[in-house]
């Protein structure tokens, strides 16, 4: 029995590819100091709440040529949230830089997320041991998990295990509600003189981390190109049979960078994006007629196929679907503790529960729905009490109501075509993909610098490895301290300092691209056909980077 596939093998020998400044080793670096820095907004309230840790200065760092011996440290890494691609090499980076910098370093992990470094259950890397995972995705190394790291008893915990491990510096990789996290972990840790180090590192396939000095998040290159093989895929069986409309929700928790990114790598005949919906409040009935529209316009040029792409979070960008569902989030932290609710059997039963406590118009919109997507609304909550959205088939309610739509032409004689449906929601099937070239070597190096960070005393900052356009030599590398990315926002009904989440930019040159060509590619078949992610091959396709990242570079260059 082969225990390794073939593609398993050759990547375990890939040697990412590291900044230029890195790849003199950790002890030959300079850091270099930029002036200091403010939060993006709420500049008195963040800099009160981060007393020690506040308005640090951006940091980059140079080779030197010359190398110095490092102090013996021991490091802990999370895992956090959910997988993205290059989790692993994230973790590689770091456990090479610490041991090139003194062979005495260890690396420890914890265990199953955050709650690994509360309960004290970790693993100590070995060089063996890492040697399994370079390259490979998933976040099974460790794995992870979505606790909190944020109560002043988890800070207690978490310093307690660092102090029996001697571990003076805690690398948490993960998205915007972790690094904000990160950032509560490092100011606590400084003035309560402990002198242990924080260093975030930016994760999410969603790609909504990302601002002014982070260019993207990693594991988004390969989770969009994973997703737009498959859509390729899918148009070119559409292009072939000729009798089906396929209708893909693409995940994303909420910001629908992925869903855009993947049709800018396919162009498909549909595309929405919830924050255009959002911002021109669209109901879900003008997306359907919208929608409608385009089926019907394909079918009378004798084209009854097609391919929509459907964002995973649109749902709660719809405002009658946002104001139902937030009624309906409370709603349903009441009736978890109602026995009436919870044991009643029946599906219909609790329908009607529901439907009563839910304010009058939110009650109309959740009774327009079909069953499914009722009951699906009423399934579990997240860790936060919000509905799961990635369990809300909406690509099946978008079906249902052009099905019904269609039919009303049909009756009236304004439709004569042929609707016959597939749904398919692509979210799980990117999140552990093999890394590609870029988030390897992005991941490896966010790793590595994060080290240099720990290694220059740095706390509470981000891991930053920018120019990201250009090869992997004229990268940047350097921090940026977590504060600097953040305002107050309301959580559970208090204001809190968290990470801004970044939405697609209805004015960035991104959205722009689709908007110019909606209405060419939803009339003529201009799809494109990706194909699997190349590893080994020319670097102009193996380590090409998103349309996302290009267009955004490509419209800073022009404002330069
Ligand atoms: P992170 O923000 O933690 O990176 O996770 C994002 C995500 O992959 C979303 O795209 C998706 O909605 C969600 O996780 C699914 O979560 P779960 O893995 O808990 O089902």
């Known amino acids: 029995m082969e225990k390794l596939s073939p593609l398993q093998v050759e990547r375990l020998k890939y040697q990412p590819k590291l900044p230029a ?6 002890n030959s670096l300079e850091l270099v100091e930029g002036s200091a820095t403010q939060s993006v907004r709420d500049q008195e309230q963040i800099s009160e709440l981060f007393k020690n840790t506040y308005g640090k ?34 973790i590689a980076g770091l456990y090479d830089a610490l041991k090139s910098a003194n062979s005495q370093n260890k690396l420890y992990g914890f265990l199953g997320g955050p709650s690994g470094i509360i309960d004290g259950k970790y693993i100590e890397f070995t060089d063996e041991f890492m040697d399994k995972y370079r ?10 998990g979505r606790t909190k790291l944020e109560t002043e008893d988890q800070f207690q915990e978490s310093l307690k295990v660092c102090k029996k491990l001697n571990i003076s510096a805690v690398v948490i990789i993960g998205g915007d509600d972790s ?28 790609g909504d981390l990302k601002n002014e000095q982070i260019e993207i998040s990693f594991g988004f290159d390969t989770a969009t190109k994973t997703y737009a093989e498959l859509i ?27 869903a855009l990114e993947a049709a800018l790598q396919t162009q498909p005949n549909i595309t929405l994006i919830s924050e255009e919906v959002e911002e021109k409040r669209m109901s879900l009935e003008s997306i359907v007629n919208y929608m ?44 978890e503790s109602d026995p009436l609710f919870v044991n009643s059997t029946s599906t219909r039963e609790k329908f009607d529960i529901v439907e009563k406590r839910l304010d009058e118009n939110n009650a109309k919109v959740y009774n327009s729905l079909p069953a499914l997507i009722k009951a699906q609304l009423l399934a579990d909550r997240d860790p936060h009490g919000n509905v799961q959205v990635s369990k809300i088939e909406t690509e099946k309610l978008l079906i249902e109501m052009i099905s019904t739509k269609l039919n009303e032409l049909k009756s009236e004689g304004s439709y004569s075509g042929k609707f016959s449906a597939q749904s398919h929601f692509f979210g799980y099937e990117g999140r552990c993909a093999f890394p590609s070239n870029f988030d390897a070597d992005y991941c490896y190096s966010l790793g590595y610098n994060a080290f240099a960070l720990i290694n220059f005393g740095m706390t509470g900052y981000l891991s930053s490895v920018r120019n990201l ?27 809190k300092p968290v990470i801004q989440k970044a939405l697609v930019k209805l004015d960035g040159p991104v959205f722009k691209q689709l908007e110019e060509n909606r209405e060419d590619w939803a009339m003529n078949d201009r799809y494109l056909f990706p194909g699997a992610i190349q590893y080994f091959g020319p670097s102009s396709v193996c380590d090409i980077t998103t349309r996302t990242l290009q267009l955004e570079r490509a419209k800073q260059l022009i404002n330069a």
Request: hydrophobic share 40%; glycine share 12%.
């Open 21 to 26: 400044s890195l790849s003199n080793g950790i």
């Open 57 to 90: 200065p951006v940091v980059t760092f140079k080779s030197t040529g010359s190398s110095s011996a490092s102090d013996v440290r021991n490091v802990g890494v999370i895992l956090s949230g959910g997988q993205a691609p290059g989790g692993h090499n994230v």
């Open 135 to 144: 390259n490979t995705g998933g976040f099974d190394i460790i794995g992870s």
């Open 179 to 206: 690094n904000t996290n990160a950032a509560l972990l490092a100011e606590w840790f400084v003035k309560n003189n402990t002198g242990i180090q924080v260093i975030g590192c930016p994760k999410t396939i969603d």
């Open 232 to 258: 390729g895929n899918i148009q070119r069986d559409a292009n072939s049979a000729k009798k089906y409309w396929h209708f893909i929700k693409i995940m994303g928790r909420s910001a629908s960078h992925v």
């Open 292 to 335: 409608t529209d385009i089926i019907v316009r394909r079918a009378n040029a004798g084209k009854n196929f097609g391919i929509a792409v459907v964002p995973e979070g649109l749902i709660e960008f719809i405002p009658e679907m946002k104001s139902m569902i937030s009624n309906l989030n409370d709603i349903m932290a009441e009736l």
């Open 469 to 495: 356009t250009a090869p992997a030599s004229e990268w940047v590398a350097g921090g940026i301290p977590l504060t600097m990315m953040m305002n107050m926002e309301k959580r559970h009904g208090e204001m």
